[in-house]
């Protein structure tokens, strides 16, 4: 019985944790060539995505030392896709 309920526990942990990163994410050509341009990795963007603060809807951005990585995208429930519009790297203030 105890093992039962941690099998459900353990189930229902995977699917709270898991509801944020089971997204996948699709790049526009638009951001592919912003990428090029301001060199921004993928997994910069990903991780403005997920520890950067929300200024806008659908607009984030994230401080490192001395510049800011910012994104612009759209959240797609249906399909499970964050889709990346846009991206920028300026110089912080």
């Known amino acids: 019985m105890n093992r039962f309920f941690k099998a459900i ?4 942990w995977k699917q ?5 990163t089971n997204y996948r994410f ?3 050509k638009h ?5 090029v341009e301001y060199r921004v990795s ?7 995505f997920f520890k950067g603060s929300a200024f806008k809807e659908n607009m984030m951005s994230r401080d490192y030392n001395g510049y800011q990585i910012g994104i612009l995208f759209k959240q797609d429930a249906e ?3 964050i889709v990346i519009i846009s991206c920028w790297r300026q110089k912080s203030w």
């Open 16 to 20: 709270i944790k898991g509801t944020r």
């Open 26 to 28: 699709v790049f526009t």
């Open 9 to 12: 526990l353990k189930a229902i």
């Open 31 to 35: 951001a592919k060539r912003r990428m």
């Open 79 to 81: 399909k499970r896709e």
């Open 42 to 48: 993928e997994k910069q963007i990903k991780e403005v």
